[in-house]
């Protein structure tokens, strides 16, 4: 699909086919794609995309169209299963659910967190006797900087003394954006929840609006609720396992996922030259600065950074969750952040998990032409949460696709 | 003790049987029948606490061949590895399709393959079985009943835009446990003897503790943690070390422990590890 820019304003050429979609009027180019093997009753008429061939080999833009109907189809079924079944389903035959107490030091914490391979913890408070939030590696980035900075309360001596529950108090004071209560003062942000009997809409949406990543599952029992029983930290790659799962075999039934996303605009794409209203695409070098890596994924409010070469070719991606390596050895006690760089840190991440290799789990890519289905695929599996968009061959970053994406764009918010 | 081995005999048999009849896919470990699309190699299973010989062990197969089915070269009770799955779906698990509604000839076709390819069943008395390896997933599935389309009603079915009616599997990677077998079950009297409350005084610490039962080793919370960004998935516990409370202290800090616990949550099973620090 593609429309006309003339003259400063988005146009489409009325003598060519047109269509009408996301982006107003479009044109489209129908292209005939050879279909080996016609499935008898599962290809709708509109859809002529093609399922059975999966070539990536560069094509021109114009897919065959998605029309509306496809899109309220696949959006109404999905929300149909979301609505009916319900987190329970999500959580495995036997799990494993570590939590800390909210009195722990933090550099404890943080070794617990390295110890056991967790991005992020629910905190239980012993005195209120329930959870009353997470600890996750953003407190940790923002702990490292805090001890960075000159003027800081926080000293390295500190962090073995400093309690989880004062840092949180102290996390007030640094005015982040989403604690403010509706007087600009901050107020502690109560614990986002789930229950094992909610929908897995709920859930999703739960997510979606207080952009978080986990939510702890608790069920509550006794009065008032007041005995809570952790379940499991449930997350969207979770639920998109569970869609994946249910709709794989009957693919028909949701025709948007044969789109390719790049003609969905599914995810944050690195702005084109000439394009106006893009936003600024987060991406480093190996030899940027570490300090600089968490300032940037403090101030764009990202989860995650690539980190491209001179060419833009993806090399690897700095998450936030990359930064509890950094309790390997002790790390943190003896850099300062502006002398690490980034390629050192990753590089204490991999003496840790040799096994990771940019080719593994850590660094998942894919490809403008793949289909939606794919890219959901990709995502399901626990662990990614994003997916790096790059040109074939040359790696080049084109985008990056999330999970939150993913969901934003499924269920229509 | 004898609550013990009570306990893991009356969870293990029922649940071994009724899910049999209620859930129409069974799952039987080390019965392989290679199907020549699908199966991959079932894994190693961690199922320890389910014992194989539930079921009457049948003899596998050979599935009828159709001219375009490659030839299956062995049915060992070996791992075999036939087909290729394109996107590595996972394991394959074995699973049973009953059509037991009369009939003189019935094969099924499913959407495992698209619906590409149609199995006939085989006949056993007035059933018509079949055994498929798939990976967990959902899938859609109908019969093809001397001629006609038929999708069976006594098993969760669907029905499409057209009004085409499928039976549906939701094939599951574990048994999940029959939930009447364990929460009907009653835990025994304490045995006759006398009770009191006296304080321990220092003879009774002076003595040598009573031992622990070695049941209780087997703990989930001594699986090492692993850094992989997809975990192994976690064994289910031994009903016996639930609703216990294990003690770590010291190995992450000097003055950090760990209390660790497993619970059963309906028919999932989860262990809990909180750290807490020692100090007041």
Redesign the interface.
């Known amino acids: 699909m593609y429309k006309f820019y003339v003259d400063g304003e988005w146009r489409h050429d009325e003598n060519q086919p047109h269509v009408s979609g996301n982006y107003g009027v479009v044109n489209c180019v129908y292209i005939a794609v050879p279909q080996p093997?016609m499935?008898?009753?599962?290809i709708s008429p509109e859809t002529s995309g093609n399922m059975e061939v999966d070539d990536v080999v560069m094509r021109p833009e114009g897919f065959a169209q998605y029309s509306e109907a496809d899109l309220q189809l696949s959006r109404d079924r999905i929300s149909s299963f979301l609505s009916t079944h319900t987190v329970?389903e999500l959580?495995?035959?036997?799990?494993?659910?570590?939590?800390?107490?909210v009195?722990?030091?933090v550099k404890?914490?943080f070794?617990?967190l390295y110890?056991?391979?967790l991005p992020m913890v629910p905190l239980?408070d012993?005195f209120k006797g329930r959870f009353v939030g997470v600890l996750s590696a953003l407190d940790f980035i923002l702990i490292l900087r805090e001890l960075g900075t000159n003027g800081s309360n926080l000293t390295e001596e500190e962090l073995e003394t400093h309690?989880i529950s004062a840092w949180k108090v102290g996390k007030l004071q640094l005015n982040l954006k989403r604690q403010m209560d509706g007087n600009g003062r901050p107020c502690p942000r109560p614990l986002v929840q789930a229950g094992?009997y909610d929908s897995l809409k709920e859930v999703a949406l739960k997510i979606l609006q207080n952009k978080v990543a986990t939510v702890p599952i608790i069920?509550s029992t006794g009065p008032a609720g007041s005995c809570q029983?952790?379940?499991?930290l449930a997350s969207l790659s979770d639920i998109l396992k569970c869609i994946c799962?249910?709709?794989?075999?009957?693919s028909s039934?949701l025709p948007i996922l044969q789109q390719p996303v790049s003609s969905i605009q599914l995810g944050t794409w690195v702005p084109r030259i000439g394009e106006a209203n893009g936003r600024p695409f987060a991406m480093l070098r190996p030899t940027a600065s570490l300090g600089s890596a968490l300032a940037l994924l403090v101030q764009a409010d990202v989860s995650s950074i690539p980190i491209v070469d001179d060419n833009d070719s993806l090399l690897d991606i700095y998450s936030r969750s990359d930064i509890t390596a950094l309790a390997k050895d002790k790390a943190y006690a003896q850099i300062h952040l502006d002398e690490m760089n980034i390629h050192q840190a990753l590089q204490l991440g991999q003496d840790?998990?040799p096994?990771?290799g940019f080719n593994?789990?850590?660094c998942q890519m894919c490809l403008r032409s793949d289909p939606l289905h794919k890219v959901m695929?990709r995502l399901a599996?626990?662990?990614?949460r994003r997916l790096v968009i790059v040109e074939a061959g040359s790696k080049r970053v084109e985008g990056i696709i999330s999970l939150s994406d993913v969901f934003r764009f499924l269920l229509g918010v | 003790m004898g609550n013990v081995n009570a306990r893991e005999d009356g969870s293990n048999s029922p649940s071994g049987v009724e899910e049999g009849e209620s859930n129409n896919s069974v799952q039987e470990e080390g019965i392989i029948v290679p199907d020549g699309l699908m199966g991959q190699s079932p894994p190693h299973s961690p199922r320890a606490t389910h014992s194989p010989l539930m079921f009457t062990p049948q003899v596998p197969v050979v599935p009828l061949q159709r001219p375009d089915e490659m030839q299956i070269p062995n049915l060992s009770w070996m791992q075999t590895s036939s087909g290729y799955e394109d996107?590595g779906d996972g394991v394959g698990i074995p699973t049973m399709i009953t059509w037991s509604h009369d009939g003189c000839e019935v094969a099924v076709e499913?959407?495992?393959d698209?619906?590409?390819t149609r199995i006939a069943l085989q006949r056993s008395g007035k059933d018509f079985t079949i055994m498929k390896v798939l990976p967990?997933?959902?899938?859609?599935y109908r019969f093809l009943v001397d001629g006609l389309w038929k999708y069976a009603p006594d098993l969760p079915s669907t029905q499409?835009d057209?009004g085409?009616v499928y039976n549906i599997l939701d094939l599951q990677?574990?048994v999940?446990d029959d939930l009447e077998s364990i929460s009907s079950f009653e835990p025994p009297q304490s045995p006759e003897t006398s009770y009191n409350n006296l304080q321990l005084t220092a003879e009774d610490f002076a003595k040598e503790p009573p031992l622990v039962p070695p049941h209780l080793q087997m703990t989930?919370l001594n699986?090492p943690?692993?850094?992989?960004?997809?975990?192994p998935?976690?064994?289910?516990?031994q009903h016996v070390v639930l609703n216990h409370l294990y003690m770590q202290k010291g190995k992450?800090?000097p003055s950090?422990v760990a209390l660790g616990s497993t619970?059963r949550?309906?028919a999932?099973?989860?262990?809990?590890?909180?750290?807490?620090?020692m100090q007041r």
């Not at chain 1, 499935?39 to 599962?42: A, H, K, Q, S, Y």
């Not at chain 1, 959580?91 to 494993?96: I, V």
């Not at chain 2, 943690?225 to 975990?231: H, R």
């Not at chain 2, 998935?233 to 516990?237: D, F, G, K, T, W």
């Open positions: 093997d499935v008898p009753n599962t329970y959580l495995p035959d036997s799990g494993k659910v570590t939590a800390l107490d009195n722990l030091a404890q914490a070794h617990v110890e056991q391979g239980w012993d309690t094992p069920h029983e952790i379940l499991y799962r249910h709709f794989k075999h009957s039934s840790a998990n096994s990771l593994g789990q850590r695929e599996n626990p662990g990614v | 996107m499913g959407s495992w698209n619906w590409k967990s997933g959902v899938y859609q499409d057209d085409n990677e574990y999940p989930l699986v943690a692993s850094y992989m960004e997809i975990p998935p976690l064994s289910r516990p992450s800090g950090v619970h949550f309906l999932k099973y989860v262990t809990v590890v909180l750290y807490k620090s």
